[in-house]
């Protein structure tokens, strides 16, 4: 089991960097095309300006104003145009600084739409100067973009076993497809950048039960502050142990998400999506309980024993998730020991399906 955590966590940090680089490729191109339209910038601005100037050409040809007033508007002009391209040189200077120093265009105001004050009168409110939508000073329309927080509930089901230092599953006191896990719980789903929804935080409360079923007709035993696997005396049909956490999960998680653009909105979907989770979850244990079914002077005996059984009461461990859509595989890990005080230590682990619905 050691070896299938090693593999999991390589697998998860192998593909990490593949997303990272893919991520860093998608900022050069857009740092690529920033720089490009610095030209279109300047090309744009004196246009607007050669228009403006046989505008006011014209005027004085009509003997609608003076030399020396076509002189002063045309200063006027060209100093609107030059402040123009100044200031527009800055914003994609802004933006190319953003992206390479954070890999994001997150900090700020909205990159997406910036608010500036043409003096040519040849741009109507919502074309494309350099990549910028132009707004009238007037123009108050904000996107709306996605709730920053959703939710949905979390279910997960599959196989359970401890992990001993230097023994392996062959070796296991437990049954290995008899010993299993569950899990439900609540999760909240937050983008931890606002405009982006690569990388999002994943925290809730679930509920959560670790069965064990010891082998060769054993059942658990307690000894004072030790609990012992022991033989039982009549012939067990069923022994099996479980333990009944309550705990906060908290994850990091990684994943593409198609995003849907409007006029007014911008959506991010992640169905169908690959996605990858790396955290850990701490808790409380709230019951411990054995069962035992057996057969004794011919009668069918079953026994529900709810007692310490020298289980840890604080529960916590590392987790992750890797999958497509809402399903998963699932691996826990158990950093508190099943028992404390225990002479040989023993740590839950479990493996099986995820599903966020």
């Known amino acids: 089991m050691k070896t299938l955590l090693t593999i999991a966590t390589l697998l998860a940090m192998a593909l990490f960097v593949q997303f990272v680089n893919a991520q860093e490729d998608l900022n050069n191109d857009k740092i690529e095309k920033l720089k490009a339209q610095k030209e279109v910038l300047i090309t744009a601005e004196k246009e607007a300006l050669k228009k403006e100037v046989e505008a006011i050409n014209q005027r004085l040809d009509n003997n609608e104003i003076t030399i020396e007033e076509a002189q002063k508007l045309k200063e006027e002009a ?133 069965g064990l079923k010891p082998t060769d007709n054993r059942y658990f035993v307690d000894n004072g502050d030790q609990t012992d696997l022991e033989e039982f005396p009549f012939n067990l049909s069923k022994s099996k142990f479980r333990m009944d956490n309550i705990v906060v999960p908290v994850h990091f998680e990684f994943g593409p998400s198609k995003v849907v653009k409007t006029d007014k909105s911008i959506r991010y979907y992640t169905a169908r999506k690959f996605r990858m989770g790396l955290g850990g979850y701490l808790g409380a244990n709230i019951s411990t309980r054995q069962k035992l079914k057996y057969r004794e002077n011919g009668n069918r005996i079953k026994d529900k024993i709810k007692r310490d059984y020298n289980t840890s009461d604080l529960i916590y461990g590392l987790s992750t ?34 599903f966020d619905l």
């Not at 890797?322 to 099943?338: A, R």
């Not at 040989?344 to 995820?354: A, C, K, P």
């Open 321 to 354: 998730y890797i999958g497509f859509g809402d399903m998963s595989l699932y691996l826990k890990y158990d950093l508190s020991p099943v028992f404390k005080d225990a002479e040989i230590e023993q740590n839950n682990v479990s493996l099986g399906l995820r």
């Open 78 to 210: 060209a100093k609107v145009h030059a402040l123009n391209i100044e200031n527009g040189m800055a914003i994609l200077d802004n933006r190319i600084a953003l992206l390479e120093r954070n890999g994001t265009e997150l900090l700020g105001t909205d990159t997406n739409k910036v608010t500036i004050g043409l003096g040519a009168k040849d741009y109507d409110d919502g074309d494309v100067l350099f990549g910028i939508n132009i707004k009238r000073a007037n123009d108050d329309d904000e996107v709306k973009y996605d709730r920053r927080t959703s939710s949905n509930l979390v279910l997960a089901f599959g196989l359970n076993n401890t992990i001993v230092d230097g023994q392996s599953l062959d070796d296991s006191d437990y049954k290995i497809l008899g010993s299993r896990f569950f899990e439900i719980g609540w999760v909240w789903n937050t983008r931890v950048f606002k405009n982006s929804n690569f990388l999002r935080l994943k925290y809730g409360i679930s509920y959560t039960s670790n």
